[in-house]
Structures are given as C-alpha cells and as structure tokens.
C-alpha cells in the first residue's frame, strides 16, 4: 500500500509539470502527447504493431487500444468533476475492443487519431464549469480534480510512447 509520502512524490513527479500553465499550455501538453502516441503507432506496419515479445504481454496495437479506452473512460471522469459532479462505480472499465489481428490495427490508429480533437473538445467543455472541488481517486496519485485528470491523460499517453519504443527495441521485432 502506497504512503502519503509515495503519494506525494508520484504527484511532485507527474503532475507537477502542469502547475503554472495557462489553459492554452495544459490543452497544448494533453493534445501533443496523444499526436506522439499516434505517431509511433502509425509508423508501425500491421505486422509490426500486432508483434508480442511474449504472450502474456501487449502489443502495440493493443497498448493503443488501451489508452483510446483509458481515454473515453478518463475523459468521462473529467467532464464529470468539472461540472461539480460525483463519480460513481458505473463510470469505470469499458471491455477492449481490439481483437488482436491486423485487420483491427487500421481502427486502432483511427480512434487513437481522433484523441488530439477530442481532448480538445473536453478541455473546452470542463473550463465552462471549471469545478475544482469535486475529486475523484486516482490509484497512484490520491484524489485529483478535473484539471489533474485531464493532465494525467497526456502523462498516461506518454508513458505508453515508451511501451511502444520498448517493443521496437526488442529482439525478435519485426523489421
């Protein structure tokens, strides 16, 4: 179990970033990590970005997957505390839609494509209300606000660039 200090150092390092910036800033940061995730999947071939190192673990394609879930899920958690509204259970966990085959990468890019615009739009919405008091826990950085969410959106996305570098850098990886 985490400490409030674990806690507070997790927040120092991954949100800290966003203290300072203007709205145009924290927009431009969210809109930019998701156009460089979807760069490094788009670079990949359909072979390359359904590639495992293991079983076990993802792919490219589906790390996409996942933060293009992660994403909506996220993003309805922003625009919930930003109207001053709670979270409840039923917010959580859509089902991956990634099947595994090349034929899904294609959708995969597609919806990743679609999050610079759509991170926009929900920035634009939550600074209408721009509620501060509600929270809603994040399990490695405590209680966050909508601000704080929106910005762990990009940070979700860059740390997922570096999965997808990882797989690249593996041997066995299609060339």
Same mark, same amino acid.
């Given at each position: 179990?985490?400490?409030?200090?674990?806690?507070?150092?997790?927040?120092?390092?991954?949100?800290?970033?966003?203290?300072?910036?203007?709205?145009?800033?924290?927009?431009?940061?969210?809109?930019?990590?998701?156009?460089?995730?979807?760069?490094?999947?788009?670079?990949?071939?359909?072979?390359?970005?359904?590639?495992?190192?293991?079983?076990?673990?993802?792919?490219?394609?589906?790390?996409?997957?996942?933060?293009?879930?992660?994403?909506?899920?996220?993003?309805?958690?922003?625009?919930?505390? &930003?109207?001053?509204?709670?979270?409840? @259970?039923?917010? +959580?966990?859509?089902?991956?839609? %990634?099947? #595994?085959?090349? =034929?899904?990468?294609?959708?995969?890019?597609?919806?990743?494509?679609?999050?610079?615009?759509?991170?926009?739009?929900?920035?634009?919405?939550?600074?209408?209300?721009?509620?501060?008091?509600?929270? &809603?826990?994040?399990?490695?950085?405590? @209680?966050?606000? +909508?601000?704080?969410?929106?910005? %762990?959106? #990009?940070?979700? =996305?860059?740390?997922?660039?570096?999965?997808?570098?990882?797989?690249?850098?593996?041997?066995?990886?299609?060339?």
């Amino acid at each position: 179990m985490a400490t409030e200090a674990d806690i507070a150092e997790r927040r120092t390092r991954l949100l800290g970033p966003m203290n300072g910036w203007d709205d145009e800033g924290l927009k431009r940061e969210v809109r930019e990590a998701f156009s460089r995730l979807g760069s490094a999947l788009e670079s990949l071939s359909g072979e390359q970005a359904t590639w495992k190192a293991e079983e076990a673990e993802w792919s490219a394609a589906q790390v996409g997957d996942h933060v293009v879930l992660g994403t909506g899920v996220m993003g309805n958690i922003t625009a919930l505390l &930003a109207k001053g509204q709670a979270v409840t @259970d039923a917010d +959580w966990d859509p089902p991956p839609q %990634f099947r #595994g085959d090349a =034929a899904d990468v294609g959708d995969v890019k597609k919806r990743l494509g679609d999050l610079p615009a759509f991170t926009d739009r929900l920035f634009e919405e939550g600074v209408k209300t721009d509620s501060l008091d509600e929270t &809603a826990n994040n399990s490695l950085l405590g @209680d966050m606000n +909508w601000r704080e969410w929106f910005y %762990f959106l #990009g940070v979700h =996305a860059t740390d997922h660039i570096g999965q997808i570098e990882k797989l690249r850098s593996m041997q066995g990886f299609p060339r």
